[in-house]
């Protein structure tokens, strides 16, 4: 079993940055990725940014490629999500996953609100 506890979320203007982070506990995370999602109001929950986890390669959706970086430490059983350059549209509900094999997220946190005003 993995649990997953994001934090950092919160209000920023545009053009600010957040950092959000997220901790695996349970089990030393040996898994397939983790990845970060978002869901904004009346939308379905969006891919935004993955890392292998045995490469260390990351992947991101096209909206946020160039702005967010997906980053880790193995040693705290952590990944980051550092958000720059922010947009109004870049609100939402930001929950981290975690996949043991590939094909299917398996484990989820709570979620982190995250607000950018215009």
């Known amino acids: 079993q993995v649990q997953l506890v994001e934090s950092g979320g919160g209000l920023v203007q545009a053009g600010g940055s957040l950092r959000l982070s997220c901790v695996a506990s349970?089990?030393?995370?040996?898994?397939?990725?983790m990845g970060w999602f978002r869901q904004a109001p009346g939308k379905e929950r969006e891919f935004v940014a993955s890392?292998?986890?045995?490469?260390?390669?990351?992947y991101y959706t096209n909206s946020v490629q160039g702005r967010f970086t997906i980053s880790r430490d193995t040693a705290k059983n952590a990944v980051y999500l550092q958000m720059n350059s922010l947009k109004p549209e870049d609100t939402a509900v930001y929950s981290c996953?975690?996949?043991?094999?590939?094909?299917?997220?398996?484990?989820w946190g709570q979620g982190t609100q995250v607000t950018v005003s215009s």
């Open positions: 890392l292998r986890w045995s490469t260390g390669s990351t």
């Open positions: 349970g089990r030393t995370f040996s898994g397939f990725a």
């Open positions: 996953a975690a996949s043991i094999t590939a094909g299917a997220y398996n484990y």
